[in-house]
């Protein structure tokens, strides 16, 4: 085992990838020589070269539709959008040919692609490189969505997003890039696509939450431990499709839930969740079901106001206590 932290475990994710399998290839803006803005890419141009690391123009719609055209053509390509807020250019590609293309030909042609995108707040980058975009694509059918948070996920279920057979998009929150580390096996391995984790075991109340939300809640837990409140926290890892049987047993364990997630509130990924829980599990709740979120408005480019955005421990800690005395 060795210690890495969830940008380097991206980037050896593809490079083994890249080694074992020819026809996976990379392309994006500045993925090559360049490295990656992010440094994900950084030593693949080196490695494997101008034809399997390709830099792009500036064009997201060109990338995401040329990885879908090389795709049909029997290449396994991983299309870097820069930045998640920049990906709505793609959305058509996305949505209407890579989701829906085994729909439309009966089986005939799958549309294996990995579309990575950096996402979330909290590195004071304002409107346009903080946003979270997960509930745009979270409707559409034929589309899944992975939101790792701990190195071991992100290289374990990129692996896995590379050798699926349809389209993933690939959402790695910039917090955890470098802040996150966690010890990663030297073998090869992969972590199965929707299937959610029990990051930490408790009985007073259920957190069902992804990304970089997960460390914050596993922060809160720690210090209501003091307060005899033990949270259980389920890290969802993909949200479509949603791992419901480990949300409902860790529900149906503790009677009273959390819903986190970073992205504004309305319409996002928590309420689906929340109407899943309402709708099946309604006779063993023994409170609300309490959703913790961004206020619906965009990210804020101030530092002093971006904190105040974001979801923080403090938040989960006074939602804890209401609710494990409600």
Do not use: W
């Given at each position: 085992?060795?210690?890495?932290?969830?940008i380097?475990?991206?980037?050896e994710?593809?490079a083994e990838e890249?080694?074992?399998?020819s026809?996976?290839?990379?392309?994006g803006?500045?993925?090559?020589v360049h490295?990656?803005?992010f440094r994900?890419?950084?030593?693949l141009?080196?490695e494997?070269?101008?034809?399997?690391v390709?830099?792009?123009?500036?064009a997201?719609?060109g990338?995401v539709?040329?990885?879908?055209g090389?795709?049909f053509n029997?290449?396994?390509p991983?299309a870097?959008?820069q930045?998640a807020?920049y990906?709505?250019p793609?959305?058509?590609?996305?949505?209407?040919?890579?989701?829906?293309?085994?729909?439309?030909?009966k089986g005939a042609?799958?549309?294996?692609?990995?579309?990575?995108?950096?996402?979330?707040a909290?590195?004071h980058g304002g409107?346009y490189?903080?946003?979270s975009?997960?509930?745009?694509?979270?409707?559409?059918p034929?589309?899944?969505i992975i939101?790792?948070?701990?190195?071991?996920?992100?290289k374990g279920?990129?692996?896995?997003?590379i050798?699926d057979?349809?389209?993933?998009?690939?959402?790695?929150?910039?917090?955890?890039?470098?802040r996150?580390?966690g010890?990663?096996?030297?073998?090869?391995?992969?972590?199965p696509i929707g299937?959610?984790d029990?990051?930490?075991?408790g009985?007073?109340?259920?957190?069902?939450?992804y990304?970089m939300m997960?460390?914050v809640?596993l922060g809160a837990?720690?210090?209501?431990?003091?307060?005899?409140?033990?949270?259980?926290i389920?890290?969802l890892?993909?949200i479509?499709p949603?791992?419901?049987?480990?949300?409902?047993?860790?529900?149906?364990k503790t009677?009273?839930v959390i819903v986190?997630?970073?992205?504004?509130?309305?319409g996002?990924?928590?309420?689906?969740?929340s109407a899943?829980l309402a709708e099946?599990?309604?006779?063993?709740?023994?409170g609300?079901?309490?959703r913790i979120?961004a206020?619906d408005?965009?990210?804020?480019?101030?530092?002093?106001l971006?904190?105040v955005?974001?979801p923080?421990?403090?938040?989960?800690i006074e939602?804890?206590?209401k609710?494990?005395?409600?």
């Amino acid at each position: 085992m060795a210690e890495k932290t969830v940008i380097e475990a991206i980037r050896e994710a593809m490079a083994e990838e890249m080694r074992r399998d020819s026809s996976v290839i990379v392309l994006g803006e500045d993925v090559g020589v360049h490295g990656g803005v992010f440094r994900a890419t950084d030593g693949l141009y080196k490695e494997f070269g101008p034809n399997r690391v390709i830099d792009t123009p500036l064009a997201e719609s060109g990338i995401v539709g040329t990885a879908i055209g090389a795709s049909f053509n029997g290449m396994r390509p991983i299309a870097e959008i820069q930045f998640a807020d920049y990906i709505h250019p793609a959305m058509d590609q996305i949505m209407n040919e890579a989701a829906k293309v085994r729909f439309r030909t009966k089986g005939a042609f799958s549309c294996p692609i990995v579309v990575r995108a950096p996402y979330g707040a909290g590195i004071h980058g304002g409107i346009y490189h903080s946003q979270s975009v997960e509930a745009l694509f979270y409707h559409i059918p034929g589309l899944k969505i992975i939101t790792p948070c701990t190195p071991y996920d992100a290289k374990g279920l990129l692996k896995a997003a590379i050798r699926d057979e349809d389209p993933v998009l690939y959402l790695e929150h910039k917090k955890t890039y470098r802040r996150i580390k966690g010890e990663i096996p030297e073998q090869d391995y992969t972590v199965p696509i929707g299937v959610a984790d029990i990051k930490r075991e408790g009985d007073t109340i259920s957190v069902v939450t992804y990304g970089m939300m997960v460390h914050v809640a596993l922060g809160a837990a720690e210090k209501l431990v003091q307060e005899g409140i033990s949270l259980e926290i389920v890290d969802l890892r993909t949200i479509l499709p949603l791992d419901t049987e480990t949300v409902k047993r860790s529900v149906k364990k503790t009677n009273k839930v959390i819903v986190l997630y970073e992205d504004t509130r309305t319409g996002g990924v928590g309420a689906e969740i929340s109407a899943i829980l309402a709708e099946d599990l309604f006779d063993h709740l023994d409170g609300p079901i309490v959703r913790i979120t961004a206020p619906d408005t965009p990210v804020p480019y101030a530092p002093t106001l971006e904190e105040v955005f974001v979801p923080n421990e403090q938040h989960i800690i006074e939602a804890a206590r209401k609710l494990a005395h409600y």
